[in-house]
């Protein structure tokens, strides 16, 4: 019994992405008296980061035959779905922002002014929507990775421990 290396791969290449929007969610908890939904994706993004982490322990639990732990299965199932959560959430964020184009101006005319006037706007249209395909694939691989994630921990359960 072994978890596959494509596991191990996304494993890394999802947490690295995730510890990068953890950074930006903690940059901006300073504003969470301003705008208490910044704790609602504060708390999301925490939990895809859990996941991203405990990922990693359930591949050295797997590939070693250990024994996984009631408290850390539950971990990485009630971070697993909030994660899928937001991959729903994201997916049809990302959708709506790349099939609407009067969104791309709206957010153009919200940018100081110094930005927003800069006769090459389309180079920020460009950054926008390259940045929303990146959000977008990256929501696909970790909604792959998390589906598959709960698929190794149905698959080993013979690992768990009771208590």
């Not at 929007?21 to 903690?26: H, N």
């Not at 990693?56 to 408290?71: D, G, P």
């Not at 790349?98 to 919200?110: C, G, K, R, Y």
């Not at 694939?137 to 208590?163: D, N, P, W």
Request: aromatic content about 12%.
């Amino acid at each position: 019994m072994r978890i596959p290396l494509w596991y191990k791969i996304g494993s890394v290449i999802l947490s690295i992405v995730a510890y990068i929007l953890m950074i930006g969610a903690f940059l901006n908890i300073i504003n969470v008296g301003a705008h208490p939904m910044i704790i609602f994706s504060f708390l999301v993004t925490l939990a895809v980061v859990i996941y991203a982490t405990l990922s990693f322990k359930l591949t050295h639990i797997v590939n070693n035959q250990l024994s996984l732990k009631r408290k850390t299965k539950d971990w990485i199932n009630v971070n697993a779905y909030v994660g899928l959560v937001f991959c729903v959430f994201m997916t049809l964020g990302c959708i709506n922002f790349l099939s609407n184009p009067a969104l791309v101006n709206t957010i153009l005319e919200t940018l100081p002014n110094k930005i927003a006037d800069m006769p090459d706007v389309h180079f920020f249209k460009n950054i926008l929507h390259t940045i929303v395909i990146v959000f977008l694939i990256y929501v696909l691989l970790l909604s792959i990775h998390i589906i598959a994630g709960l698929i190794f921990i149905r698959r080993y359960a013979k690992l768990s421990q009771t208590s």
